[in-house]
């Protein structure tokens, strides 16, 4: 499969011959020009991955077929290559749009390196964009996002039962949205027009519960100076959903079964049974068969329950929808706070894919809103190890962490030399002298034997 396909522009011909050679033989699909305006024309028609063009050239130059491809695709990443390059010029070039800019000569190794993190960034915001537009169409199932195969499959499951009235039982991680599941099966239901009742079977002390879900009668008990009607009640031609009820106490599960399998409750102090219309939505962390198997949940209730259930898979298992999800809340935060939406990095995207989420998508969804208000990153910066540099020198303690500074500037910049210099405050050639001495680039790839592109 090819890495990527790479308009490749200069007046150099034999510098062309060599660098399209070497592209092609590190897996590039390469389409070579001499002259700007025919890369253009071609361009109209065909629009390739990335666009890598001299700046000086007879005619068109680099900077004047920069502002054509932006104005007409802006998506489309453009490097820019010149032997008269200097800051000014590369500054007005980024400010123009240009992706990097590489000065000759120009390494080898860190060409591949600055294609390959073009190509990605710009097949990051096309699948992002296509994921966002997804995020629209689903609004209707409740807003569930994400375009996984994984949540493909719990949207379509949570539109099949909506509108079946039976009770459901939702299973999953602390933090995976199983409130949400059960506010989208009752929005997509008959019931949508009744109550949504959000019981925390966990928050509820022993002593109010039946108070609180039951209801009671004036004069029930000391204090009861009027008469309350309970959850179940209020829930009335709608949804009650019981969250964490595997934290339910044993005396009082037999109570909501026999509710379940009458529909009608008795308020504390009363002796008259009150049909009730409710649907049951039920949480649970886990699928319950430890407890039932411990003696901690009735296993009627359970059958009860879980005529259906509904599974929600953890982030672990749904990766490639971190990305959206952390764009989406950012994006929503941004909104709701009046704060400008911020763009998340190839480089950011890719570590929050890697990072361990054991709190799931409130885990996310909180580091996403902290981004939004500018309080937070979504790549923590990266702390020294002192037990690695212990051991050495002070030239090579100082090495190392210039090594790791580097490092945190070219994450920080999504891999944009340029703005990495910048932000080091230091020449772009400085740093990717650095760079190579570090060995910061090329580490994963063998060098040919020949480590420049002739000129």
Same mark, same amino acid.
């Given at each position: 499969?090819?890495r990527?396909?790479v308009?490749l522009?200069d007046?150099?011909?034999d510098?062309? #011959?060599a660098?399209?050679?070497?592209?092609?033989? *590190?897996?590039?699909?390469v389409d070579?020009?001499?002259?700007?305006?025919e890369?253009?024309?071609?361009?109209?028609?065909?629009?390739?991955?990335?666009?890598?063009?001299?700046?000086?050239?007879p005619?068109?130059?680099g900077m004047? +077929?920069?502002? *054509?491809?932006?104005c007409q695709r802006?998506d489309?990443p453009?490097?820019l290559i010149?032997?008269?390059?200097?800051?000014?010029?590369?500054v007005?070039?980024?400010?123009q749009?240009a992706?990097?800019?590489?000065e000759?000569?120009?390494d080898?190794e860190?060409l &591949?390196t600055?294609l390959?993190k073009?190509?990605e960034?710009?097949?990051? #915001?096309?699948e992002?964009g296509r994921l966002q537009g997804?995020v629209?169409?689903?609004? $209707?199932?409740?807003?569930?996002?994400?375009?996984s195969?994984?949540?493909?499959?719990?949207?379509?499951?949570?539109?099949? +039962?909506?509108?079946?009235?039976?009770?459901?039982?939702v299973?999953g $991680?602390? %933090?995976?949205?199983k409130?949400?599941v059960? @506010?989208?099966?009752h929005q997509?239901?008959r019931r949508s027009?009744?109550?949504?009742v959000?019981?925390?079977?966990?928050a509820?002390?022993?002593?109010i519960?039946e108070?609180?879900?039951?209801?009671?009668a004036?004069g029930a008990?000391? %204090?009861?100076?009027a $008469?309350r009607e309970?959850?179940? $009640?209020?829930a009335g031609?709608?949804?009650?959903?019981?969250?964490?009820i595997e934290?339910?106490?044993s005396?009082?599960?037999?109570?909501?079964l026999?509710v379940l399998?009458? !529909? *009608?409750?008795?308020?504390?102090?009363?002796?008259?049974?009150?049909?009730?219309?409710v649907?049951?939505?039920?949480a649970?962390?886990?699928?319950?068969?430890?407890?039932?198997?411990a003696?901690?949940?009735?296993?009627?209730l359970?059958?009860?329950?879980?005529?259906v259930?509904?599974?929600?898979?953890? &982030?672990r298992?749904?990766?490639?929808?971190i990305g959206?999800l952390?764009?989406?809340f950012?994006?929503l935060?941004?909104?709701?706070?009046? @704060?400008?939406e911020?763009?998340?990095?190839?480089?950011?995207?890719?570590q929050?894919?890697?990072?361990v989420?054991?709190?799931?998508?409130?885990?996310l #969804?909180a580091?996403?809103?902290?981004?939004?208000?500018?309080?937070?990153e979504?790549v923590?910066?990266?702390e020294?190890?002192?037990?690695?540099? *212990?051991?050495?020198? +002070?030239?090579?303690?100082?090495?190392?962490?210039e090594a !790791?500074?580097i490092?945190e500037?070219?994450e920080?910049?999504?891999?944009n030399?340029?703005?990495?210099?910048?932000?080091?405050?230091?020449p772009?050639?400085t740093?990717s002298?650095?760079m190579?001495?570090r060995g910061?680039?090329?580490a994963?790839r063998r060098?040919?034997?020949?480590?420049?592109v002739p000129?």
């Amino acid at each position: 499969m090819s890495r990527g396909r790479v308009f490749l522009v200069d007046d150099d011909r034999d510098l062309l #011959k060599a660098a399209t050679d070497w592209l092609t033989i *590190s897996g590039f699909s390469v389409d070579a020009f001499h002259r700007a305006e025919e890369a253009f024309q071609f361009f109209l028609q065909q629009v390739p991955d990335v666009v890598v063009t001299d700046v000086r050239m007879p005619g068109v130059d680099g900077m004047t +077929l920069l502002n *054509s491809i932006v104005c007409q695709r802006s998506d489309v990443p453009v490097v820019l290559i010149t032997a008269h390059g200097d800051v000014n010029l590369a500054v007005q070039a980024m400010k123009q749009g240009a992706e990097d800019f590489l000065e000759k000569p120009y390494d080898a190794e860190r060409l &591949l390196t600055v294609l390959d993190k073009a190509i990605e960034k710009r097949r990051l #915001k096309d699948e992002i964009g296509r994921l966002q537009g997804l995020v629209g169409e689903r609004q $209707e199932i409740g807003g569930i996002v994400g375009d996984s195969a994984a949540i493909r499959d719990l949207r379509s499951r949570v539109a099949t +039962l909506a509108d079946v009235d039976i009770d459901v039982l939702v299973v999953g $991680e602390t %933090g995976t949205g199983k409130e949400l599941v059960a @506010r989208a099966l009752h929005q997509q239901s008959r019931r949508s027009s009744g109550p949504f009742v959000a019981i925390n079977c966990a928050a509820l002390p022993d002593s109010i519960f039946e108070s609180e879900v039951f209801g009671h009668a004036r004069g029930a008990f000391t %204090g009861a100076i009027a $008469e309350r009607e309970g959850k179940f $009640e209020h829930a009335g031609g709608g949804t009650l959903f019981l969250d964490e009820i595997e934290s339910m106490p044993s005396g009082l599960q037999a109570k909501i079964l026999r509710v379940l399998q009458e !529909r *009608s409750i008795e308020r504390l102090g009363e002796n008259r049974l009150r049909p009730v219309d409710v649907r049951i939505v039920a949480a649970a962390k886990t699928d319950l068969s430890a407890d039932i198997e411990a003696g901690r949940f009735r296993e009627d209730l359970f059958y009860r329950l879980a005529t259906v259930d509904i599974r929600i898979p953890p &982030l672990r298992e749904r990766r490639e929808d971190i990305g959206l999800l952390f764009v989406h809340f950012a994006n929503l935060a941004a909104r709701r706070y009046g @704060r400008p939406e911020r763009a998340v990095t190839p480089d950011a995207a890719r570590q929050l894919q890697r990072r361990v989420w054991r709190g799931n998508v409130r885990e996310l #969804k909180a580091l996403a809103e902290r981004f939004a208000l500018g309080l937070d990153e979504p790549v923590p910066p990266v702390e020294a190890n002192t037990q690695e540099v *212990s051991g050495l020198s +002070l030239p090579e303690r100082l090495a190392a962490y210039e090594a !790791r500074l580097i490092s945190e500037a070219l994450e920080f910049n999504g891999g944009n030399t340029l703005r990495a210099a910048a932000s080091l405050g230091i020449p772009v050639r400085t740093l990717s002298e650095k760079m190579n001495r570090r060995g910061l680039e090329g580490a994963r790839r063998r060098r040919l034997d020949q480590g420049q592109v002739p000129q």
